[in-house]
């Protein structure tokens, strides 16, 4: 479902100064998504926030539903399958990727969230090398990794959209998984309860892997 655009005082030709975070259109996070992003397409976008710079856009975030039923109750059941969201796209243009905008930039989106609401989110590490040093200084849980496993094969890069009868198979890299708990002190005790993912206290490091946005390449071969 795409997301209906909070006015605000830059449309209105006030120009904001400084940087500030504020509610955006679908429309608006195509070029980061499609032109910079590694997927290079876009998902399911319920929320989108935007970074600004003195009233320019320089990133983006995204939330929507996740694409599996499964990931929806298995974060915290049944009852809260409908609660739940996953951070599906980050961007911030490379030229202002520094200073924490990043992490600034989902800090205050994830307070612009509704209350009660899981967000889950991945850093790619077996693809793309990714460790998830944002999620870590916005103060998500690590939940762990995920297992490598191979999906159908898709011309789009995803497995949802496989041609009927495809054989082929492309491989689903090991990703880290974090989850941010939205809410009241109160609400956050509750859905710390009802998380199913186990809590692990010390954050994965590494070296996070910077890739050329005009031409990304995973490091392993068979993944997009």
Known sequence: MK?????????FGICKQGRYVERITYEQTKPFILGIHYARRMPNVQYAYGLFEDGKIVGIVTYGQPASPFLCKGIAGEENRHNVLELNRLVVLPEYNGKNNASFLVGNSLKMLPNHTFVVSYADWGGWQHVGYVYQATNFFYTG????????????????HYKVGSKERQIRTEKHRYVYLVGSKRDRRKMLNELRYPIISQYPKGDSRKYDTKNPKSIVKGVK
């Not at 990794?145 to 949802?160: C, E, F, L, P, V």
């Open 3 to 11: 997301s209906e655009a909070q006015p605000d005082l830059f449309w």
């Open 145 to 160: 990794m995920t297992k490598r496993r191979t999906d159908i094969a898709s011309k789009y890069g995803h497995s949802r």
